[in-house]
C-alpha cells in the first residue's frame, strides 16, 4: 500500500476536504484500488474488511474512473461529501444492483406512501447516466 498518504476519518474530515468517498471491495482487493488513487489523495483504509474512506480534491472523471475501478473488482464507491456539481454528475450511489426492482417493491409495499426515506431508492434515469458517462 502506498505510505503517507493516510487520513483519520472524523467529524472534521468531511468539512475539510471536498470529497469524500467510501470504497469498499473484496479484501484481497483493497490493495489493488488504494494503488489506483491520485497521489495527492488522502485515506484511510481497513485491510480486514475491505473498506476505504477516501478524501481529494478532484473532478467527476477520476470519482468515474475510481467507481469503475471498484465495481470491476465487485466493490462500490459511495459518495459522502461532495460539491452539489460533483454529485450531480456522479451520483452518490454508483451503479444500481440487479436487485433494485426487488428492493423497490419491497419499499412500495411497507412504505405505500413513500414517507420512509424518501427517494433513497430511486436510481432514476438521470442518475444511470450520469454514473455510466
Known amino acids: 500500500m502506498a505510505e503517507g498518504r493516510c487520513v483519520g476519518v472524523g467529524r472534521t474530515l468531511a468539512t475539510r476536504l471536498r470529497i469524500l468517498a467510501r470504497i469498499a471491495v473484496p479484501r484481497r482487493s483493497l490493495h489493488v484500488i488504494l494503488d489506483t488513487l491520485p497521489r495527492d489523495s488522502k485515506w484511510w483504509a481497513s485491510p480486514g474488511t475491505g473498506i476505504a474512506h477516501w478524501s481529494f480534491t478532484g473532478d467527476a472523471e477520476t470519482l468515474r474512473d475510481v467507481r469503475r475501478a471498484a465495481e ?14 460533483i454529485m450531480t454528475a456522479v451520483g452518490a450511489w454508483g451503479t444500481p444492483p440487479a436487485t433494485i426492482e426487488v428492493m423497490r417493491r419491497l419499499k412500495r409495499a411497507f412504505d405505500p406512501d413513500g414517507i420512509l426515506n424518501p427517494g433513497g431508492l430511486s436510481f432514476d434515469h438521470e442518475t444511470l447516466r450520469s454514473a455510466q458517462r
Open 72 to 85: 470491476k473488482l465487485q466493490g462500490s464507491l459511495v459518495l459522502l461529501a461532495a460539491p452539489a456539481e
